[in-house]
């Protein structure tokens, strides 16, 4: 007795050390931020680590004949159990009721209540409450980038907005009926940022879904998502719905996979597209930036998608087995699945915005309730395919890929193909599984093929499988010559076909001749010979292949610098082609020869193709790409030697909208259009203002064109060069033209869309040739 006495006594004071060190956390970030309200409930120790999510949508008005925070309540056990561990729930605050305001829950009117029509703090506090307790997480869809009309701060605050030059409020980017904040007032972002804090207090939330990410600067993210993590008591989960590359240096944890379902699986059902290439190039550019637990989230389906003009998901691909085959490459491939609630019951009524036309009928398909969440307990089961390496193995038809974490190795291949697909095994696929669902006992073999059915999808796991030993390798072709900087695909074929353990490495005799990648791709370097050896990890068996490298091609790049650069000019390059054959550079980059007459050159060897900067170490030319020997001064390339530097090139600016009609210097501070185009005043030159940025400067008077007042229309003035205002970059739009947007706001584009006689800059949308340019006839001047 008295050693169990003893034992309870010192629980219990630990348990009271325990509590004192998170009241006093609390207590000190509440000091901190005088503004933050009590903590309400326990923080949730709970919140799954980035990669482990498995993230449900909830759209509160559809989601019950009620369409409030109490009908989500009353699911949470349908939503656990589908397989979901984070619930992201759209906006809960009142909207606007003015007359340029919208019934949009993305209309706001108060950032820090709970709107009427889905209860009450007391209701969102429950749901929490009731999400905590069955193991889920909670995050809050957040707007930072507008409010609504009638939200007090456009009376109290009107410096707070974006405005023309007359003080009246803009909307934000093409959204009528919300008013656009200005992130350079610092004053609205600690409102902003104050507002989030207290949602993690008030209401024990633990992250945020930040809507149009792409829009706010990015030092605002920094900012705001380090005010957040101060929050030492909560781990918050921080979703940008935004594709922007840089979002993760913001320091969010998940980008949206616009560019997966936009580029990559919509093309792939709706216009044939590749496979390999598509889901390989959108995958390669939503993880250009990650590291660590950064994740994309990967959807077939969102509040978005649903209402558009495609038609929902099961439109789309094809009915329930198109949009499973499609979830399993979203949930399984790489990155954190996204259902979209509604789904799991092949809900097949549009719901439109905003939002309140339709009712969800959960009563129906429990069939495909059970087939996600088999597939989501599965991907919660599985370290291989939530945090495991990925290899992509896709052909033009099949998805098919590896995921590996230690031991375990899963293969999944998915027909993404509303016809039958016949697959060929590779050799880093062959050996015996189970499946994954099933735990039937499979055999895949290399060089065989798989048919697989209308989006069928297979998934194998080596767990609790026999151990097969190996007892031999090949590896063909057992020879070849290439040229430096091309490519060979050496295959290993192991013996025997159902052994286990199926994983080999390569290594090359001679790295300055050829390298070979983890899956056999062998790179020629330079010239000469490199022995090629395939080595199995259980038994060390070995076979290799002769590789014989003859000279490869090579390009040279000539720069000229503009007046004003020093001598020490470099060049830097990135993303050269073939892969593997020249690393990136480390900037500044190396030091380029100066052959005199005002010209540096560099000289690739053994590469197609290269993004390159020249730069002096202060000043840098745009983002360039090069595929042969060139000549780059004044912003242009050129194929022949163009001849000294010194002069300056300048162009007219032609308007797709009103053919013929061309930017001018009015004379009065504005930027006008006309159709004679005969004077200097139509003549500008675009001078690099670093970072793929540029100045616009005219030739008759001098002046730089921007929007540093924001009256309405495009500006031209003496200005200054280091205004974000004055710089501009260029969009691809069709057809060979070009949107012009601006660097300091980037939703403002050069357009002549009202006819007024001079450029105007807000409200720009994609596809009006009133937005769309082209730099024509470039003349040389001084």
Not at 181 to 210: E, H, P
Request: aromatic share 12%; net charge negative.
């Amino acid at each position: 007795m008295e050693t169990k006495s003893y034992y309870l006594l010192q629980n219990f004071i630990q348990r009271i050390r325990n509590l004192a060190v998170s009241l006093f956390l609390i207590a000190l970030s509440q000091s901190a931020f005088g503004q933050d309200p009590a903590q309400y409930g326990t923080p949730f120790a709970g919140v799954p680590n980035p990669m482990d999510v498995n993230l449900y949508q909830v759209n509160i008005r559809p989601f019950s004949t009620a369409g409030n925070l109490a009908g989500v309540t009353a699911r949470l056990d349908n939503i656990k159990a589908v397989g979901t561990n984070v619930i992201y729930l759209m906006p809960v605050y009142p909207h606007g009721t003015d007359a340029k305001s919208s019934i949009s829950p993305y209309c706001i009117k108060d950032f820090t209540s709970v709107g009427s029509e889905y209860g009450t703090l007391s209701d969102l506090q429950a749901l929490v409450d009731g999400a905590h307790s069955r193991g889920m997480a909670v995050i809050l869809d957040f707007v930072v980038n507008g409010t609504s009309w009638d939200h007090p701060w456009t009376t109290q605050h009107p410096d707070w907005y974006n405005r023309d030059g007359s003080g009246n409020i803009l909307q934000l980017a093409t959204f009528p009926d919300v008013a656009a904040l200005n992130f350079s007032n610092t004053s609205m972002r600690t409102a902003i940022i104050n507002a989030m804090r207290y949602w993690v207090f008030a209401a024990n939330i633990d992250g945020f879904r930040c809507d149009f990410a792409n829009n706010p600067p990015l030092d605002f993210w920094t900012q705001a998502i380090g005010s957040l993590r101060g929050i030492t008591t909560h781990n918050l989960l921080m979703f940008a719905e935004g594709d922007h590359q840089n979002l993760f240096q913001g320091g969010f944890d998940y980008n949206f996979g616009d560019q997966f379902y936009y580029n990559a699986l919509k093309p792939i059902r709706k216009n044939g597209d590749n496979v390999a290439t598509d889901i390989t190039n959108s995958t390669n550019y939503e993880y250009a930036n990650a590291s660590g637990t950064n994740q994309v989230i990967r959807y077939t389906d969102n509040h978005d998608v649903d209402g558009s003009s495609d038609g929902n998901a099961l439109t789309i691909f094809g009915g329930s087995a198109g949009v499973m085959a499609n979830f399993v490459v979203c949930a399984y491939m790489r990155g954190v699945p996204f259902l979209f609630g509604s789904q799991e019951v092949a809900f097949n009524q549009q719901i439109f915005w905003p939002y309140t036309n339709v009712k969800i009928d959960w009563s129906q398909n429990a069939n495909v309730t059970a087939e996600f969440a088999k597939v989501l307990n599965y991907r919660t089961s599985s370290t291989a395919i939530r945090r495991g390496t990925m290899t992509n193995y896709s052909d033009a038809n099949v998805c098919a890929f590896t995921k590996v974490s230690g031991s375990e190795k899963v293969v999944v291949l998915v027909n993404l193909r509303g016809n039958s697909s016949t697959y060929t095994i590779p050799s880093a696929l062959a050996g015996s599984y189970k499946d994954a669902y099933s735990g039937t006992t499979v055999t895949l073999t290399s060089g065989a093929t798989q048919t697989l059915n209308s989006f069928q999808y297979l998934v194998y796991t080596n767990q609790n499988v026999a151990q097969v030993p190996v007892t031999g390798v090949s590896v063909a072709p057992t020879s070849a010559t290439i040229a430096a900087g091309l490519t060979q695909q050496l295959i290993a074929t192991i013996a025997p076909t159902n052994a286990t353990n199926t994983n080999v490495t390569w290594t090359s005799s001679n790295t300055a001749v050829a390298t070979v990648s983890a899956t056999g791709l062998v790179t020629a370097i330079a010239a000469g010979t490199a022995t090629i050896t395939v080595k199995t990890q259980d038994g060390s068996k070995t076979a290799t292949s002769s590789i014989t490298v003859t000279p490869g091609t090579s390009f040279t790049v000539y720069f000229s610098p503009p007046p004003g650069w020093s001598t020490g000019i470099k060049i830097y390059w990135w993303n050269a082609l073939p892969s593997g054959v020249l690393a990136d550079g480390s900037w500044p980059g190396v030091t380029m020869t100066n052959n005199g007459n005002g010209w540096y050159s560099y000289t690739f060897t053994n590469i197609t193709s290269t993004n390159l900067i020249f730069n002096d170490g202060s000043n840098q030319t745009d983002n360039l790409s090069r595929n042969k020997t060139g000549w780059y001064v004044n912003g242009t390339w050129y194929d022949s030697n163009p001849g000294t530097s010194g002069s300056i090139t300048y162009y007219q600016i032609v308007n797709r909208y009103q053919a013929n009609n061309y930017l001018y210097d009015a004379g009065n501070g504005k930027v006008a259009y006309g159709t004679s185009a005969t004077t200097n005043a139509y003549q500008w030159t675009k001078i690099d203002a670093g970072n793929g940025y540029y100045l616009l400067k005219n030739r008759a008077t001098g002046n730089l064109m921007h929007v540093e007042d924001q009256n309405g229309n495009v500006e031209c003035t003496t200005g200054n060069t280091t205004w974000y205002s004055a710089m501009w970059s260029t969009a691809t739009a069709t057809d060979g033209w070009s949107y012009i947007q601006n660097r300091w706001q980037t939703n403002e584009w050069i357009n002549i869309e009202h006819l007024t006689g001079y450029a105007e800059y807000a409200g720009a949308q994609a596809g009006w040739y009133s937005a769309m340019w082209q730099f024509v006839n470039p003349v040389t001047g001084t």
